[in-house]
């Protein structure tokens, strides 16, 4: 599991997601509304859409406010005018962070995006710096003792990768156009599936060891992630679970 995942799920156990509820529908209405711009509101025929939907269902936003996102977006009713486009940086210990952001207001953002790097110790980069080592995967995240059970219902389903922690843990990876259709195959496999995505991973891995730089990188993605314009903050950290646990406290 990746150091960023990891983040996510104590973050999560401590009510921080549930306090963020807001937010994340927000960010995923921009990303319906965008979707449907560029490629119609025919989630048959436009898989940008569909796939955003299926993450909206993931996140529990209600059918009225996925259609109403969309229909903005389709331009049956009004909505934003959202720009697309990366940021790159560095956190402390040579971290990669890669943000992607819909925005109505660059130049807002880029100042946004540059005092967080500034304040906590991170650095700007030239375009194509870090971008380079990262590219899209579907990423799905479950618990299970059942070796077989995983590695047969993974397969079958097209998975590409599947690694464990050797503590129940499963990572795995497949085509992002898939990353759907292999969840409901785990889970008609009766396996419990506790995240499926279509994101960024990195090809290099930065092992974080010091203390002080885990929370100043933590503290960077968690910054960046508030930003109503950042949608997603990708970054090739790991930090092992011990650490983990220490940075929470």
Same mark, same amino acid.
């Given at each position: 599991?990746? +150091?960023?995942?990891?983040?996510?799920?104590?973050?999560?156990?401590?009510?921080?997601?549930?306090?963020?509820?807001?937010?994340?529908?927000?960010?995923?209405?921009?990303?319906?509304?965008?979707?449907?711009? *560029?490629?119609?509101?025919?989630?048959?025929?436009?898989?940008?859409?569909? /796939?955003?939907?299926?993450?909206?269902?993931?996140?529990?936003? #209600?059918?009225?406010?996925?259609?109403?996102?969309?229909?903005?977006?389709?331009?049956?009713?009004?909505?934003? /005018?959202?720009?697309?486009? #990366?940021?790159? +940086?560095?956190?402390?210990?040579?971290?990669?962070?890669?943000?992607?952001?819909?925005?109505?207001?660059? /130049?807002?953002?880029?100042?946004?995006?540059?005092?967080?790097?500034?304040?906590?110790?991170?650095?700007?980069?030239?375009?194509?710096?870090?971008?380079?080592?990262?590219?899209?995967?579907?990423?799905?995240?479950?618990?299970?003792?059942?070796?077989?059970?995983?590695?047969?219902?993974?397969?079958?389903?097209?998975?590409?990768? $599947?690694?464990?922690?050797? *503590?129940?843990?499963?990572?795995? #990876?497949?085509?992002?156009?898939?990353?759907?259709?292999?969840?409901?195959?785990?889970?008609?496999?009766?396996? *419990?599936?506790?995240?499926?995505?279509?994101?960024?991973?990195?090809?290099?891995?930065? *092992?974080?060891?010091?203390?002080?730089?885990?929370?100043?990188?933590?503290? $960077?993605?968690?910054?960046?992630?508030?930003?109503?314009?950042?949608?997603?903050?990708?970054?090739?950290?790991?930090?092992?679970?011990?650490?983990?646990?220490?940075?929470?406290?």
């Amino acid at each position: 599991m990746s +150091g960023h995942s990891k983040w996510a799920t104590i973050k999560h156990k401590k009510g921080a997601a549930d306090k963020a509820r807001a937010k994340v529908f927000n960010k995923i209405a921009r990303q319906l509304e965008v979707a449907a711009r *560029e490629g119609g509101a025919d989630v048959s025929s436009n898989a940008s859409l569909r /796939n955003i939907v299926l993450k909206a269902k993931g996140a529990q936003m #209600t059918n009225d406010a996925i259609d109403r996102a969309v229909k903005r977006g389709a331009g049956l009713t009004d909505g934003g /005018n959202y720009e697309a486009f #990366t940021y790159e +940086g560095y956190a402390p210990g040579g971290v990669a962070i890669l943000i992607d952001v819909l925005t109505d207001n660059r /130049n807002r953002t880029a100042s946004d995006v540059r005092n967080i790097f500034s304040k906590l110790g991170g650095s700007l980069a030239e375009p194509g710096a870090v971008g380079w080592q990262f590219s899209r995967k579907g990423v799905l995240l479950l618990q299970s003792s059942d070796e077989d059970a995983v590695m047969l219902a993974a397969l079958d389903a097209g998975a590409d990768d $599947i690694t464990a922690d050797g *503590e129940g843990a499963w990572h795995i #990876t497949c085509d992002p156009s898939i990353v759907f259709e292999v969840r409901d195959a785990l889970q008609a496999a009766g396996l *419990e599936v506790g995240s499926a995505e279509s994101t960024m991973v990195s090809s290099l891995t930065i *092992e974080v060891s010091d203390l002080a730089d885990a929370r100043a990188i933590l503290k $960077i993605v968690d910054a960046l992630e508030e930003l109503d314009d950042v949608q997603d903050v990708y970054s090739n950290f790991d930090i092992s679970e011990s650490l983990m646990e220490l940075v929470g406290e």
